[in-house]
């Protein structure tokens, strides 16, 4: 079934829209919250709730692309779900070394609410990233969307851990050049 056809069951608050739903994109969203939660009854869990949460935002939401719309979600709640835990535990997990990396070179939420309208710092991001080569682009996104660690990085394009350590400090340092030409940092 079309994702344009799954969102017009939404519309009509025809309950197999989930079930079309999670037939077409469950598994593709368990991965995505498995890879921030690393424990597959949690990823499960964030799964079902990303589903009631699309239910509940479409309408009036009309996603153009319904698996990046849904992947965003369950992103989402997977990382509020891992703080969460953090609090309990005040353990480390991969999601949290992304967020450090990054804010090298991405200010602080404060002072972007203070100085500019974080859709435009998200604008700029976006631009940024289409602008990286393929390659770049994917280790970035799958690092900073997805929290693969460098090693599963590394493995699915047959690199060293090391290899991709060194690929996203230089993108980091070009994003934080980036950021500071845009008025950002």
């Known amino acids: 079934m079309k994702d344009s056809e799954i969102v017009e069951l939404y519309f009509k608050r025809n309950e197999e829209a989930i079930e079309k739903t999670s037939e077409k994109y469950g598994a593709y969203c368990k991965a995505v919250a498995e890879n921030i939660l690393k424990n597959p009854e949690d990823s499960e869990e964030c799964v079902n709730f990303a589903l009631l949460q699309l239910w ?45 990396e990054l804010s090298e070179c991405i200010p602080s939420k404060n002072n972007i609410e203070e100085s500019f309208d974080a859709e435009e710092l998200e604008k ?3 631009c940024f990233t289409k602008n990286l080569p393929e390659k770049e682009r994917n280790i970035f996104i799958r690092r900073y969307f997805f929290f693969e660690s460098p090693k599963e990085i590394g493995e699915r394009y047959a690199f060293s851990e090391n290899r991709v350590s060194v690929i996203l400090h230089r993108i980091r340092k070009k994003l934080q050049k980036h950021l500071e030409k845009e008025g950002f940092v």
Request: proline share 6%; hydrophobic share 40%; aromatic share 6%.
């Open 56 to 100: 509940n935002s479409v309408p009036p939401e009309k996603p153009e692309n319904l698996k990046m719309f849904l992947a965003k979600i369950t992103r989402n709640i997977a990382i509020n779900n891992l703080k969460a835990k953090l609090a309990e535990k005040r353990g480390g997990k991969e999601g949290f070394a992304a967020f450090d």
């Open 124 to 126: 700029s991001i976006n």
